[in-house]
Nanobody, 121 residues
C-alpha cells in the first residue's frame, strides 16, 4: 500500500484546511486510516482515525473541530480541519493499518510522506 498525503499549507487562526490521503496498491487490505500530527520537537501524536466501516475516533485536542471521512471508493480519506489554532501547526501524516490474508496473515502499517500545516496567529 502506498499513501500520498496532500492539502497542507499556511492558514490563519480560525481558518480551515482539508487534507487528503490517497492510497494505491492493495487498498482492500486497509482496515483503518489514522491521522497523526508531529509538531517541531515533539513526538508523533494520533489525532483521528476511521475504519473501513466508517467508525471514527478523535483525540480530545481536535474533537469538534476535525472530521475524518472517506470517499465511496474507499481509496481516498480526508481530514477536514476547522477552527484551526496556532498549536495545530505540525506535519500531518496519514497511516494505513492493513491485514493481508494468504498462506500467512500479515499485519502491517504504511505511512504517507506527511504534509505541513502552518497556522498563523
Amino acid at each position: 500500500v502506498q499513501l500520498q498525503a496532500s492539502g497542507g499549507g499556511l492558514v490563519q487562526a480560525g481558518g480551515s484546511l482539508r487534507l487528503s490521503c490517497t492510497a494505491s496498491g492493495k487498498i482492500k487490505s486497509i482496515n483503518a486510516i489514522e491521522w497523526y500530527l508531529q509538531a517541531p520537537g515533539k513526538q508523533r501524536e494520533l489525532i483521528a482515525s476511521i475504519t473501513s466501516g466508517g467508525s471514527t475516533n478523535y483525540a480530545d485536542s481536535v474533537k469538534g473541530r476535525f472530521t475524518v471521512s472517506m470517499n465511496n471508493a474507499k481509496d481516498t480519506w480526508y481530514l477536514q480541519m476547522n477552527s484551526l489554532k496556532p498549536e495545530d501547526t505540525a506535519v500531518y501524516y496519514c497511516a494505513a493499518d492493513t491485514t493481508l490474508y494468504g498462506d500467512e496473515i500479515v499485519v502491517a502499517r504504511y505511512w504517507g510522506q506527511g504534509t505541513q500545516v502552518t497556522v498563523s496567529s
